[in-house]
T-cell receptor, first 121, second 111 residues
Framework: GAVVSQHPSWVICKSGTSVKIECRSL??????MFWYRQFPKQSLMLMAT?????????EQGVEKDKFLINHASLTLSTLTVTSAHPEDSSFYIC?????????????????FGAGTRLSVL | DAKTTQPTSMDCAEGRAANLPCNHS???????VYWYRQIHSQGPQYIIH???NNETNEMASLIITEDRKSSTLILPHATLRDTAVYYC????????????FGQGTRLTINP
């Protein structure tokens, strides 16, 4: 099956610093990737939709200047948490859909990374 | 996307069939039912999806009622590794559609 790799799996940083999280589709191309955030005992909340070669689309209430998304290639999207603060501590998860998904004969499945646990001190 | 309703939690004995219900009474004709699960501290995993016919794969079976207003995910022989939160999501199949996650059902498989 399709594999999405997310790195790092766990990161601790000091308040005020920036952290970059990478999401790679290893065996397929993804024109669209998604970034989610999950707080303890809560469900996944979509933060933004990342489109290759264009600006990301952010969900309401998500600060685009704080959560920078870059999708420079068909296999890589990055999320940078700028000037991180303790309230940004969370589990960040990316997902990717194979290019052309949704077309005839495809399943249109989103494949998820293993997640990145961010702790801001 | 149509809203779904799932029980908050369920228990099942190891080796037995786990039947997870989902209500989606406002589903539209071109929306599919997708099931994902999330094992603790991992990313969600796709399980199965369907439109109106029953579906089966190596992981599970999906039974959709004739009026499509509800469905049941069946894990035929549950193991301890099936303990997870199971999400029922209704969405269009076409295009790169985002997934909107509800609270899901926390399934605990007991030895």
């Amino acid at each position: 099956g399709a594999v999405v790799s997310q790195h790092p799996s766990w990161v601790i940083c000091k308040s005020g610093t920036s952290v970059k999280i990478e999401c790679r589709s290893l065996d397929f191309q993804a024109t669209t990737m998604f970034w989610y955030r999950q707080f303890p005992k809560q469900s996944l909340m979509l933060m933004a939709t990342s489109n290759e070669g264009s600006k990301a689309t952010y969900e309401q209430g998500v600060e685009k200047d704080k959560f920078l998304i870059n999708h420079a290639s068909l296999t890589l999207s990055t999320l940078t948490v700028t000037s991180a603060h303790p309230e940004d501590s969370s589990f960040y998860i990316c997902s990717a859909t194979p290019a052309g998904a949704g077309g005839p004969g495809t399943k249109n499945i989103q494949y998820f990374g293993a997640g990145t646990r961010l702790s801001v001190l | 996307d149509a809203k779904t309703t799932q029980p908050t939690s369920m228990d099942c004995a190891e080796g037995r069939a786990a039947n997870l219900p989902c209500n989606h009474s406002t589903i539209s004709g071109n929306e599919y039912v997708y099931w994902y699960r999330q094992i603790h501290s991992q990313g969600p995993q796709y399980i199965i999806h369907g439109l109106k016919n029953n579906e089966t794969n190596e992981m599970a079976s999906l039974i959709i009622t004739e009026d499509r207003k509800s469905s049941t995910l069946i894990l035929p022989h549950a193991t301890l590794r099936d303990t997870a939160v199971y999400y029922c999501i209704v969405r269009l199949r076409m295009g790169a559609q985002k997934l909107v996650f509800g609270q899901g059902t926390r399934l605990t498989i007991n030895p």
